[in-house]
């Protein structure tokens, strides 16, 4: 059964500061997806990560994709409290057209 | 805006009744996709449909079906509904079949209330 497994579930972060949200999958896949959800609201794309090695930047958050530790992580630098969201990392589901998401973490950033 | 709509935003019924959600794709995207996403399941994958034809089923319970029109609009029907079905479902666009990779799109969703 492919899984999807987020690490930390729940983060809660002064601003200012950096921290690292971890996802392992067990799927071979080699594309990744990041996505942001605020309460209540849809899920935003955030990156899409191709390649084993792929670096993407979005203002204060950067994702990276190591397929072969089928590991992806999404870095957060001197976190501001509009970054307080649900973050959910996907991969593709095989032969399925879906995607398989993690837990998501919940990310709440403090003054 | 993701270019994906969805309808109703909210709808609120009693156990056993049947409603129907309706989604509309970006323009251009050919395979819709529907999720569930509850407290306790988070978001699970319930069916897909592509041009028109359904391609991949995931957890949808038999009580649920879906269907999408010649104009790529996709309508899930919900029946029997149960309290545990409350939920927060979406629907999401791809150019999958087009593009390489499968970035989907997601609409605002639609919360179900079954009391």
């Known amino acids: 059964e492919l899984k999807v497994e987020q690490n930390p579930l729940f983060l809660s972060m002064q601003e200012g500061k950096n921290y690292t949200i971890y996802c392992n999958y067990s799927?071979?896949?080699?594309?990744l997806y990041w996505y942001r959800q605020d309460p209540g609201k849809s899920l935003e794309s955030l990156f899409v990560?191709?390649?084993?090695?792929a670096v993407k930047q979005e203002g204060r958050l950067m994702a990276s994709l190591d397929t072969k530790a089928r590991l992806s992580t999404l870095h957060i630098t001197a976190a501001v409290h509009d970054l307080s969201a649900t973050y959910f990392c996907?991969?593709?589901?095989?032969?399925?057209?879906?995607?398989?998401f993690g837990k998501g973490t919940k990310l709440s950033v403090k003054p | 805006d993701s270019g994906v709509t969805q309808t109703p935003k909210h709808l609120i019924t009693a156990t056993g009744q049947r409603v129907t959600l309706r989604c509309s794709p970006r323009?251009?995207?050919?395979?819709v996709y529907w999720y569930q996403q509850s407290l306790d399941q988070g978001l699970q994958f319930l069916i897909q449909?592509?041009?028109?034809?359904?391609?991949a089923k995931g957890n949808i319970l038999e009580r649920f079906s879906a269907q999408q029109f010649p104009d790529l609009h996709s309508e899930l029907n919900l029946s029997s509904l149960e309290l545990g079905d409350s939920a927060l479902y979406f629907c999401?666009?791809?150019?999958?079949?087009?593009?390489?990779?499968?970035?989907?799109?997601f609409g605002p969703g639609t919360r179900l209330t079954v009391l």
């Open positions: 323009s251009g995207d050919l395979s």
């Open positions: 996907a991969v593709d589901g095989g032969s399925q057209g879906n995607l398989i």
């Open positions: 990560l191709l390649s084993n090695g």
């Open positions: 449909y592509y041009n028109g034809e359904e391609r």
């Open positions: 799927t071979t896949s080699d594309r």
């Open positions: 999401a666009s791809s150019a999958r079949g087009l593009a390489t990779y499968n970035e989907q799109f």
